[in-house]
């Protein structure tokens, strides 16, 4: 996805503050965070949002949870908690229109 801005975060042609990868997720810091602790779990795979998965695609949405979950236990905020969150679509509050998962945190 030549347009996508998340595609060229995901292939290093734009820059990000990347925290975790693997082959199949990018989580980096969001540009604008709303708290304390805000990252974007973020799928190499091209899927516009969560109103565009199949069948076939629960396996990576169930490894973005679980990279969640990982993150969270690195920096340190799963024992106080955190928020995940998909915004789907432009009511949804979605202005990036490559699949993501938002982990909110205020740290106390
Ligand atoms: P959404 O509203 O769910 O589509 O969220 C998109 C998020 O991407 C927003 O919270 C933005 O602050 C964030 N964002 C936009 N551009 C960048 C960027 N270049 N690097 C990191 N985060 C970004
Ligand atoms: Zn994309």
Same mark, same amino acid.
């Given at each position: 996805?030549?347009?996508?801005?998340?595609?060229?975060? %995901?292939?290093?042609? *734009?820059?990000? @503050?990347?925290? /975790?990868?693997?082959?199949? =997720?990018?989580?980096?810091?969001? !540009?604008?965070?709303?708290?304390?602790?805000?990252?974007?779990?973020?799928?190499?795979?091209?899927?516009?949002? %969560?109103?565009?998965? *199949?069948?076939? @695609?629960?396996? /990576?949405?169930?490894?973005? =949870?679980?990279?969640?979950?990982? !993150?969270?236990?690195?920096?340190?905020?799963?024992?106080?908690?955190?928020?995940?969150?998909?915004?789907?679509?432009?009511?949804?509050?979605?202005?990036? @229109?490559?699949?993501?998962?938002?982990?909110?945190?205020?740290?106390?």
């Amino acid at each position: 996805m030549e347009d996508c801005l998340f595609c060229k975060i %995901v292939n290093k042609k *734009v820059a990000s @503050d990347i925290v /975790l990868e693997d082959d199949s =997720i990018i989580i980096f810091k969001d !540009i604008n965070p709303k708290a304390d602790v805000h990252l974007l779990i973020v799928l190499k795979k091209h899927i516009e949002s %969560v109103e565009h998965l *199949v069948e076939e @695609d629960k396996e /990576l949405i169930s490894q973005m =949870i679980f990279a969640a979950q990982k !993150i969270a236990r690195q920096i340190g905020v799963a024992k106080n908690g955190y928020k995940l969150q998909f915004n789907v679509g432009r009511d949804g509050g979605q202005i990036i @229109d490559h699949i993501h998962l938002h982990l909110i945190a205020n740290v106390k």
